[in-house]
């Protein structure tokens, strides 16, 4: 059986694996209904369709690209590796709850155990990056403590 963060890490690339074929699909389909709107459609009509099925490949377009950053990101991490410093892969156990530090994915649950897997760059990522156990620290008026990094 996997270990907890190689679960967690699946479960992250799962969700952007997710985002990525759902942009993808997105793209595709946009494309063929302004194809559709060529054959079908003159004038003002035509041009205001095609407009808007622009800026939803466009925008597609464009979370697909935030996906596959997000990909990269995962792909460098090392689920096996134990970390003694919180960064990227490592899972820290709070007073206040456990972090996987990876991307912003949010509340995950693996075996009836709540985790939050967040970004390095996010507020509270920032707050965990380079700390150790013992590690003390104000977030929304709460004093966490770092338990535990792994």
Do not use: W
């Amino acid at each position: 059986m996997a270990g907890i963060k190689e679960r967690l890490h699946q479960v992250c690339m799962d969700y952007v694996e997710d985002r990525i074929a759902s942009a993808r699909q997105a793209i595709t389909a946009a494309r063929e209904s302004a194809n559709d709107d060529t054959k079908s459609s003159a004038g003002d009509k035509y041009e205001t369709g095609r407009e808007m099925m622009q800026q939803e490949i466009d925008r597609n377009r464009k979370q697909l690209e935030e996906s596959q950053k997000l990909k990269l990101i995962l792909e460098q991490i090392d689920p096996v590796k134990p970390e003694a410093l919180a960064q990227n892969g490592a899972l820290v156990t709070t007073n206040f709850g456990r972090f996987y530090i990876s991307i912003s994915r949010g509340q995950i649950m693996v075996d009836e155990c709540i985790y939050f897997a967040v970004s390095s760059v996010s507020p509270i990522g920032l707050k965990l990056m380079k700390q150790t156990e013992g590690y003390e620290f104000d977030f929304n008026g709460k004093l966490f403590r770092v338990e535990k990094v792994e």
